[in-house]
């Protein structure tokens, strides 16, 4: 499928016009560049150079009504063009790309607030509901999802639902794939259905985490809790990544249900010391280092094209982190080297809520399991911190970009048996190319997800896609090898497809025998997923 | 059972009248699972009731399971999945010219694998749960709060067909606790789905198979995660002037974090004296089991207490909750006939004193359990005469407007997928007619 001919555009355009109304059709082209893509890395590398990835949708459409988005897919059969569903374009993996134009389904005229129901701990929601709106609405009930993830005012319920995402809290509240209770989804063939958590087999779990390749999740029913009474934070320092992980497996095994426990390799301890004012977790490197990539800009930064003079000292903190995002592979051993000794170890942060009696016991307890794994208290003052500016990290990648660089994310996860050993496996093969360091969150009993932020060089020029490209393939390769999971929370799209046979094995043949099922004219975000 | 007279003597010998098909489909399964291990004896056949196999075979492995259903495909056979509960409980669907393979699993009983760091164990699908269990137990593991009669069943049987007794506050579904599954697919493939804790990587492969009641494919065994034995527990009983008072007093406790091991709602007298052995003048009771380090138990212990009493309760002697510990029997005899429905917590008002009259006409024991935030199981069970029949009791609910939560097998958009996944229809399920 690619863009049509003027007179497939045409019959295309009056169909769509006809189905929805012509407000709520667009073939403008600021809309098509900006639904061409969502917030996948490599694409920024693209935009930087001035080069488009991919081929941009050639209608953008706003339904209302679960009948109107049966009758595009209905359309788009007939006219075989791909239809991507869209939330908030806010995945990381190019899951809302359109690789193949055709349309693009914006969900957010569909985002009202159906039904709370507080004696039954559930409420619906229309699948294009901005998170915080919906967080926002149970609170004023004393209700709360516990779904927290770092992109919770740029994302969607039905885009959370279609790539299976975690939140800050999952260790208490679950994924989002444990919260839902029911879901409206339009199939591939247009029809709609309501699919149940009890029925058998389980019919929700396959569209879940499906990212718009098996039908258009339009509304959900979602299970929801009482607003904790007290929230209380702790962190502890542990000399190595070992002994904390151990700190988190011990927590978990006792059946505590902590909602927050991150622990923070060498390096992402000392990054996120950097905001650290009060001076315990501060050292001199941690000093040195926020000078290169942290605090304030002194002045503001120039649009996108314009050209500004820069101030003497800016231009050498640029310089300077190109120098060392060019030098990854040096610095990472030296990292490994130096770190243990002079950073102050791996930051731990843990946060108990609930009812106050509960949550205060708990908290007691996981903190006599963390000083038997080694750690030592550091009080309240990093968790409470952490809190505060939970969502801001993810909106401090931009400086990197400027400065010539590229920043990128691998989620992913595994059991506690095999868990240090992905975590050096994926170092090991990402540290030569890449500035690398790791969090450990999404804690469960039987395992943990690894949270791993990589940096590079993006200069050359043109050379910057190829390096990226090498990181991952790198990446993905050992999490293979390691036995894991390649992806914990933030899906596949594009970005991970090609590893999707080594993930599934045979059960690859199995999606895809789903997806001749439930989308048989294959308009349904075609390209993904490695089907 | 496999007849002893069969584990030595191979497949009856063919005569002048067996016919071709059968003929063929002997050698073949003889060569796949060997010949000791396959049977047509009138004998072994009649333990499966109205499944009528035509040949019951005993595989060794899970490639031997690939292989059968491989074999199946071809000769247009169709094969049906037997562990403990199914070989002459179920009703199958009626013969339709097809020859059938009963694939019996008796054989697929080792624990393949107990991982103590991370807490799973890797398991055959013919184990037998209680084994299971023993086994883990012995490794001061657990698979959490089960009730006996589930503790009968195959593992394999309980993931194709889960029972909402495997359920409890605090460990949640045993369905839950599975985190990967080996297939046997009726394409003749092997699926094993990747084992971590949580994955975002497309449809969760493994929730397909798990209750499809072995239709889209046979389970040959399964990784689930264990717990620890509990460090400390303790049982507390508490009497209610009504039902509904101890249901909205559960759905608090819950609400508030409490998850006890296991929480029952003894919804009338019959049921207050059949399950904790006394009479105590009001007519209904909570029974918690609460389970986990004993700091936490205690505070969870006065959470409890305190709700109670806002909800009009009392607690009862610990000798009381101790006896009910000790008894802890299924919510209703497992041999006389009972009937389950949910009730959401928002019905409980309007349906349970209701149910609650019907049950004392009726002269039915009435239990609430398996709860969460958004409803429960009510039980009812008849003590009456034999003629009570559990369409009867499902009646009595469905009055009420009361329905399980049960399987939709037979939903159309579950057949689009059996079409696209089993187009031969070789599996063949109880469940799916």
Partial sequence: MTNLAPRETAALAAALTSALSPARVSRGEAERLIYARDMWPRTLLALRDNRPLVAPPDFVVWPEQAREIAEVLRIAAEHHVAVVPWGAGSGVCGGAMTIRGGISLDLKRMSAVLEIDADDHLATFQAGILGQILEDQLNLRGLTLGHFPSSIYCSTLGGWLAARSAGQCSSRYGKIEDMVEELEVVLGDGQIVRCDAHEFPNLQQLIVGSEGTLGVITQATMRVHRLPETRIFRAYRFPRVAAGAEGIRRVMQRGLRPAVLRLYDELDSLIASLGDESGDQRTMLSSLLGLVIGGKSEEPAAPPGVRQEESRGKHLKRRLLKSMLSRAGLLNRFGELVLPHVAGGCLLIIGCEGTAALAETEAALAHAELLAAGGRDLGEGPGLRWFEHRHAVSYKQSPLYVAGGFVDTLEVATTWGRLLDLYTQVRRAISPLAIVMAHFSHAYPEGCSIYFTFSAAAEPRGRAERLYDDIWRRGLSAVVRAGATISHHHGVGFSKASFMADEHGHGIEIYRQLKQALDPHGVLNPGKMGL | ?433
């Fill in chain 2, 1 to 433: 059972m496999k007849s002893d007279e069969n584990l030595h003597t191979p497949a009856r010998a063919p005569t002048a009248s067996t016919p071709a098909k059968e003929l063929e489909l002997q050698n073949v399964l003889g060569r796949v699972v060997g010949a000791v291990h396959t049977s047509f004896a009138d004998s072994d056949r009649a333990n499966y009731g109205d499944l009528a196999p035509d040949v019951v075979v005993w595989p060794g492995s899970a490639d031997e399971i690939v292989e059968v259903l491989r074999a199946a495909r071809p000769a247009a056979t169709r094969v049906a999945v037997s562990g403990a509960g199914t070989r002459a409980r179920h009703r199958w669907p009626p013969p339709d010219g097809r020859l059938r393979i009963a694939l019996d699993m008796q054989r697929l009983t080792n624990i393949l694998r107990l991982d103590e760091t991370s807490l799973l164990v890797q398991s055959q699908c013919g184990i037998q749960l209680r084994v299971l269990e023993e086994a883990l137990r012995r490794e001061s593991l657990t698979l959490g709060p089960l009730p006996d009669s589930v503790l009968g069943s195959t593992l394999g049987g309980l993931l194709a067909d889960p029972t909402p007794l495997a359920y409890s506050p605090l460990a949640g579904a045993l369905i839950d606790a599975c985190l990967g599954v080996t297939v046997a697919t009726p394409a003749g493939g092997l699926l094993e789905t990747r084992v971590a804790p949580r994955r975002a990587t497309g449809p969760d492969l493994t929730r397909l198979y798990l209750g499809a009641g072995g239709a889209l494919g046979v389970l040959t065994d399964a990784v689930l995660r264990v717990r620890r034995l509990p460090e400390h527990q303790q049982a507390v009983l508490f009497l209610f002037p009504a039902p509904v008072a101890a249901v909205l007093c559960a759905r608090e406790a819950l609400a508030r974090g409490i998850h006890p091991a296991r929480f029952v709602v003894l919804g009338n007298e019959r049921a207050t004296k059949s399950l904790v052995g006394g009479a105590f003048g009001l007519p209904s009771g909570l029974a918690a089991l609460l389970s986990g380090p004993e700091e936490l138990v205690e505070v969870q212990r006065l959470l409890l207490e305190g709700i109670a009493r806002e909800h009009g309760g009392s607690e009862l002697p610990q000798q009381d909750a101790d006896r009910w510990r000790t008894m802890h029997p299924d919510p209703v005899s497992r041999d006389r006939p009972r009937a389950h429905a949910f009730l959401p917590h928002g019905r409980v008002k309007a349906a349970l004193p209701a149910l609650a009259e019907r049950a004392e006409e009726r002269q039915l024991r009435l239990v609430v359990e398996q709860l969460d935030l958004q409803g429960s199981q009510v039980w009812i069970g008849t003590e009456g005469p034999e003629d009570d029949s559990l369409a009867d009791l499902s009646g009595i609910l469905e009055a009420l407007g009361l329905r399980p939560r049960r399987a939709r097998h037979g939903s159309a958009l579950a057949e689009r997928l059996r079409a696209q996944l089993d187009p031969a229809h070789v599996l063949l399920s109880p469940r799916w007619h």
